[in-house]
């Protein structure tokens, strides 16, 4: 086959591949926003079946060759097509080396495991889960030396979600945070000042919350005509191609906030998968770059934006409007202070801003202990205990609200949590050179211009896509690989202020 | 290959077929009920893609193979395993026969076609349509003769839509409904006992439309965990699996009739899918056995049912409540009598129950000109204006009002107009035995039990799915082959009463 010929055909392939996500992702997303009950059975067969169609193109002979001779020295490849190979490649020595029966037997295990797990953490029962977990982590130990060891053997892992990261690379960023964040937390648990929250309770109206919720997404700048809003029990961001980048929402009577900041979450992911750059449309290349890029835009919107006191300055009193007689003794101050209230508790999806970092630190070390330092499961719930108690100083009264709580272990998925801090360190890097570059931030988003900041986070991240590797946007966004002081000094400049520490 | 490896391999390649049908039913369901504008040229090229993977596997030559050993007669296979290698085969035979390029180069003309004919309708331009039509129709002819001529080359393509049916057939079939609908259109015009129609004017809220469509196809059995009903420019319903199958309508707030029966024609269709055998779940053998008898259900509801005395003497101060102080001095019987307004026009998707089988009729009979006595594309507006004439009594003051004003042909669709009125042939001769197998029919409608007549077309049609052939179909449940004599004795009785003729 000539040159010529071996590209168009591995273009060929990998846009089918693309193409079979695109397609599938819409089924996903009819599943997780209204598709009827009684069709999932066959609907969920029928998902499996096209997603194995996809998964052969991925490791077939042809597809070996295709890559043998494009990955070869002599090939003059445009920059984009290099990095497909790359990427494409990446999969394919992974995905070759796992014996097919193998894999099938971990997907039966994994699929029964999340049915146990959520059993044993409604009973409280660890005992009932722990022999799953137990094979879980064996299939994987398993998995990591078929694909080889990088470093130490939980850095294979590390390396699924945010390609180049190390254990040693987290040790490093996890000890500084460590350090600052938990005195930090310790500073505010003592001090007086405290965020009234009282306001937030109560009812607010859902049609209103929707309102605003839209609005908001608009002010982002999120395109309507690029994706829609919708409702799920767990809110996520789809981008099913560079056209269509949809979110959901969940909103909650009782709760103002959850569907508030859980919609500029979604609506940061958006953003990225928005504005990449149209050239990579229908490439396996138009997507975020890992989890964690792509978390450091949901959180950047969300907390660095979305609970910033000069965005409340704009933005309280059209809030306010939304919901009238509900907030009309409060001022934006007010609303800025109790919507960054700080609570340690035993959730992590219900922790704020700073002690989340402390909930993905303790799994981090966690998972770094199981797969190199010889952790078992039988001893998990009291290692899990004792970081809770030494991090955030309480103790979770049973499994349920301590080591049962999160889904990632049952579904396999170790390495995936460092991915929720790595995005606040990156978030809070990019925000630092953003203040920098762009002189009135401040003021733009006073005065609701967050156009700007968009721009910039276009011209910086988004457009980009899987173009560029994550250590490679960080250090072309910033001049320097990733650190954790900037995540530690803008937690500490903020909350030194709304504590008055 | 042993028999039983072939058969194994048979059900598993027609599954995935069916796999692809299903989940790219559901991005066709998305593009249609709300996908982003931007998203769509990447969509539908993803949908394209896909497509012809699984178009791939039906003509594949392992797929022929297969065929060729399970059609020897030597073969014992059960009843549902033989019906669809009828049915792929078919499908297999009709698809091998077309060289690819050709039917490329069809696909390429349609599309383009389908866009001169739009503005060819907007701008009353028969002419600049004309060229692209000659084309469509010579591709149709080298089609029919790829395919073979089955009776008359007209015949080749009935059989796409009614297997089975033939010009022969249909001539006698439309010749009596044209000996005695003209008549009755004729007598209707000259009557003096016109229904008042004029409470139908003026607005109808949207939300207690919407209200009033989820209360009637609950009524009528519709299964909401089992599909759902959303909104679209132009209403479907598809059959995604046999626990989705899902309905669109569309709300007018100066048109109360459009949604009400839109909904309950698609809930028709619906109630067909919801209800075939759970045996053929999965099969390609799990959906309608053709359009006509598809229509039949949907007509059946629509007007036997949906357009019935009794129905709305039930139903009447139901939709009244709905909209308050609209309908407040109007009886059951006026509306009964509104809604059944007979109106030759000139448009088929105005048209009312009678006279739209005067729209088909003469497009039936436009076709097999077309096909079989050698008409130009040149002469068709002059013959379709003077069928008008002669049939309805007017005639077109314009091309876009007149043989512009269907779609179909411009997508290459010959022989698929007679669907419809098949679909009220089929409907009134099942009726006629329902009629008579449920001696308290009449007594259950007038009582909103809408479910004994639902059971028994479950009983008699919706079970078998493509099982039983449309012939089939219409012998087992009333002992004869089908009658257009049925459809006409209902319109006349109907009719002579409102009409007092």
């Known amino acids: 086959m000539p040159a010529t010929e071996t590209l168009k055909r591995f273009r060929e392939i990998t846009r089918l591949m693309k193409q079979y996500e695109e397609i599938l992702g819409v089924a996903y997303w009819d599943m997780r926003t209204g598709a ?58 992974r995905n070759r080396k796992l014996p097919p029966e193998l894999y099938r037997e971990y997907v039966v ?7 146990v797990w959520e ?46 990261m190390s254990a040693a690379e987290l040790d490093r960023l996890f000890g500084e945070l460590r350090s600052r964040l938990v005195p930090l937390a310790e500073a505010i648990a003592q001090s007086g000042n405290k965020p009234d929250t009282s306001f937030l309770e109560g009812t607010f109206d859902k049609e209103a919350q929707k309102a605003f919720s839209k609005f908001i997404l608009n002010e982002m700048g999120y395109d309507f005509e690029a994706g829609r809003l919708d409702e799920s029990v767990h809110p996520f961001m789809t981008g099913l191609n560079l056209g269509d980048a949809r979110i959901t929402t969940r909103y ?20 990225y998968e928005q504005n990449i750059d149209p050239e990579l449309g229908g490439t396996l290349l138009a997507g975020g770059t890992s989890m964690g890029i792509h978390e450091s835009q949901s959180r950047l919107w969300e907390n660095m934006i979305g609970r910033r006191r000069g965005f409340w300055q704009r933005y309280f009193p059209e809030l306010s409007k939304h919901f009238p007689g509900r907030l009309d003794n409060i001022t934006a101050e007010d609303f800025y202070r109790g919507i960054n209230v700080v ?26 202990m199981l797969f190199n330092e010889g952790l078992t499961v039988r001893e998990l719930p009291e290692v899990w205990n004792a970081k809770y108690k030494e991090a955030l100083g309480i103790e979770p009264p049973n499994d349920s609200a301590g080591v049962l709580q999160d889904t990632h272990w049952s579904g396999g998925a170790f390495g995936y949590f460092p991915s929720y801090s790595l995005g606040n360190m990156y978030a809070a890097q990019m925000m630092d050179v953003a203040n920098r570059e762009l002189p009135k931030l401040e003021e733009q988003i006073g005065a609701g211009q967050l156009h700007p900041l ?48």
């Open 36 to 93: 009827p009950r009684k069709g999932i059975p066959l609907r969920s067969e029928a998902v499996g079946a096209l997603s194995a169609e996809s998964f052969r193109l991925s490791v077939s002979d042809e597809m070996g060759e295709l890559l043998e001779k494009l990955s070869s020295p002599g090939e003059a490849l445009s920059r984009i097509d290099r990095r497909l190979v790359e990427e494409v490649k990446k999969d394919y020595d």
């Open 109 to 115: 295990l994994t699929t029964q495991a999340e049915a």
């Open 119 to 164: 059993e044993a953490k409604e009973n409280n029962d660890f005992p009932a889960f722990a022999p799953y977990l137990e094979k879980i982590i064996d299939y994987n130990r398993r998995f990591i030396e078929l694909w080889g060891v990088k470093g130490t053997p939980y850095d294979t892992l590390l390396d699924l979600y945010e390609p180049g």
């Open 252 to 271: 909650l009577s009782n709760d103002l906030t959850f569907a508030l900041f859980g919609t500029i979450h979604e609506g940061g992911h958006a953003l």
């Open 343 to 368: 609570q340690p508790g035993l959730i992590r999806i219900e922790a704020d801003e700073l002690t989340y970092n402390l909930h993905i630190m303790i799994r981090y070390e966690i998972e770094k």
């Open 454 to 501: 968009k721009d910039w986070l276009k011209e910086k991240v988004y457009r980009h896509g899987k173009l560029l590797q994550p250590a490679e946007i960080i250090q072309s966004v910033s001049g320097r690989p990733l650190q954790s002081s900037y995540l530690c000094d803008y937690l500490e400049a903020k909350y030194q202020d709304i504590y008055r520490l």
